[in-house]
Nanobody, 125 residues
């Protein structure tokens, strides 16, 4: 059973940056593809970014492409989401997730098997 814990959320002004982290335990980290999703109040969960188990393949949602960067350190069992040029529309709870299909970069939440509890990101305009 993989356990995921997000951190790094907070309040930031529009145009600023934040880096989210997702630390995992319970399994072999490199055996999982990883993803970030977000959900704002009253809205459906939205795909943000994903990275395959080896870290060589990534995928991004259209709304964050060019501003956010996903990465992972398999030696430390940690995944990151670097968020730059933040906008008020980026305000959400951000969740990390693990997919046992390590080769993929799925944009579909139902493909992910394990989820963290989420971390709040608030961007003030």
């Amino acid at each position: 059973q993989e356990q995921l814990v997000e951190s790094g959320g907070g309040l930031v002004q529009a145009g600023g940056s934040l880096r989210l982290s997702c630390v995992t335990s319970g399994g072999t980290f490199s055996n999982y593809a990883m993803g970030w999703f977000r959900q704002a109040p009253g809205k459906e969960r939205e795909f943000v970014a994903a990275i395959n188990g080896g870290g060589g393949s990534t995928s991004y949602g259209d709304s964050v492409k060019g501003r956010f960067t996903i990465s992972r350190d398999n030696a430390k069992n940690i995944m990151y989401l670097q968020m730059n040029s933040l906008k008020s529309q980026d305000t959400s709870v951000y969740y990390c997730a693990a997919d046992t299909w390590m080769f993929g970069t799925s944009r579909t939440e139902h493909d992910y098997d394990y989820w963290g509890q989420g971390t709040q990101v608030t961007v003030s305009s």
